[in-house]
């Protein structure tokens, strides 16, 4: 069993940066694929970016590439996704998410991804 929650979340303004952090339960969160999703009002969840399980292979969504950075530290048994020159259209509650599977195609797999936090909300104002 994993438990995940995030923090970080908060009011930006445009153009700023945000620091989200993912902390995980379980001695086994070094095996796990992790990722973020985001979902803003009225709108479908969306994929944001993931990472494989050694934090040496990332993917992307498009809108967030070349701004987001997806990063963890099995050490600390904790992923990251560093969001700069954020825009008002990156206003959503931001999810982690966990499997075991390949990062690839975590995008794909959110109806059946093991383990969800709770959600951080990021707001940015234009």
């Known amino acids: 069993q994993v438990q995940l929650v995030e923090s970080g979340g908060g009011l930006v303004q445009a153009g700023g940066s945000l620091r989200l952090s993912c902390a995980a339960s379980?001695?086994?969160?070094?095996?796990?694929?992790m990722g973020w999703f985001r979902q803003a009002p009225g709108k479908e969840r969306e994929f944001v970016a993931a990472i494989n399980w050694r934090g040496v292979s990332t993917s992307y969504a498009d809108s967030v590439k070349g701004r987001f950075t997806v990063s963890r530290d099995n050490a600390k048994n904790t992923v990251y996704l560093q969001m700069n020159s954020l825009k008002p259209e990156d206003t959503a509650v931001y999810y982690c998410a966990a499997d075991q599977h390949n990062y690839y195609s975590f995008r794909d797999r959110a109806p059946t991804l093991d383990y969800w936090g709770q959600g951080t909300q990021v707001t940015v104002s234009s």
């Open positions: 379980g001695r086994t969160f070094a095996t796990y694929t």
